[in-house]
T-cell receptor, first 112, second 112 residues
Framework: EAQVTQNPRYLITVTGKKLTVTCSQN?????MSWYRQDPGLGLRQIYY???????DKGDVPEGYKVSRKEKRNFPLILESPSPNQTSLYFC???????????FGSGTRLTVV | TQLLEQSPQFLSIQEGENLTVYCNSS?????LQWYRQEPGEGPVLLVT?????EVKKLKRLTFQFGDARKDSSLHITAAQPGDTGLYLC????????????FGSGTKLNVKP
């Protein structure tokens, strides 16, 4: 089954403790992206990647890092999480942004 | 400020009624997509429109892309309770099609 898999689904952590949210896709897509979804603000792009070793900032990249060492994986790294990063995070992949994405099921992150 | 403005924000209607959701921008988009999102899940792609003036139909859903590629609409005929959900428009800006923007969404509730 074609899918984007994110882990974990739920995560509660403390301020400053580094964490990684994993994302994997099995569709051989070149394009992958991370979003956060907040009430009243909608979905906002954090980082995107056009291919292996090619990444760029979206609208809200501060406090996040990404890497794309393999085509299928695109982890999101929070080096020093803060409470304002509490949010619902989505990973997505697609052949290109032009035609739209397949989204993962989301990771609900709470930073206390 | 959202690059894509959706209206209305909320819509509660009876089963069998028709409705239209609007997505507007002052920017030109190379393509526009519509997604539907259920609570706790990732958005699911419904359609992509790429040509100004394009109309696409998906069963009872009709999607239109404005001639100037700055706006789009989603029309649902004879709404059913199964249509309940959050409808999101999204698109790749013509200046940088790798950067992707979402509207704030329209929350639709169809009452039986």
């Amino acid at each position: 089954e074609a899918q984007v898999t994110q882990n974990p689904r739920y995560l509660i952590t403390v301020t400053g403790k580094k964490l990684t949210v994993t994302c994997s896709q099995n569709m051989n897509h070149e394009y992958m992206s991370w979003y956060r979804q907040d009430p009243g603000l909608g979905l906002r792009q954090i980082y995107y990647s056009m291919n292996v070793e090619v990444t760029d900032k979206g609208d809200v990249p501060e406090g996040y890092k990404v890497s794309r060492k393999e085509k299928r994986n695109f982890p999101l790294i929070l080096e020093s999480p803060s409470p304002n990063q509490t949010s619902l995070y989505f990973c997505a992949s697609g052949g290109s942004s032009y035609y739209g994405y397949t989204f993962g099921s989301g990771t609900r992150l709470t930073v206390v | 400020t959202q690059l894509l403005e959706q209206s209305p924000q909320f819509l509660s209607i009876q089963e069998g009624e028709n409705l239209t959701v609007y997505c507007n921008s002052s920017s030109v988009f190379s393509s526009l997509q519509w997604y539907r999102q259920e609570p706790g899940e990732g958005p699911v792609l419904l359609v992509t429109v790429v040509t100004g003036g394009e109309v696409k139909k998906l069963k009872r859903l009709t999607f239109q892309f404005g001639d100037a590629r700055k706006d789009s609409s989603l029309h649902i005929t004879a709404a059913q309770p199964g249509d309940t959900g959050l409808y999101l428009c999204a698109g790749a800006n013509e200046d940088n099609f790798n950067k992707f923007y979402f509207g704030s969404g329209t929350k639709l509730n169809v009452k039986p």
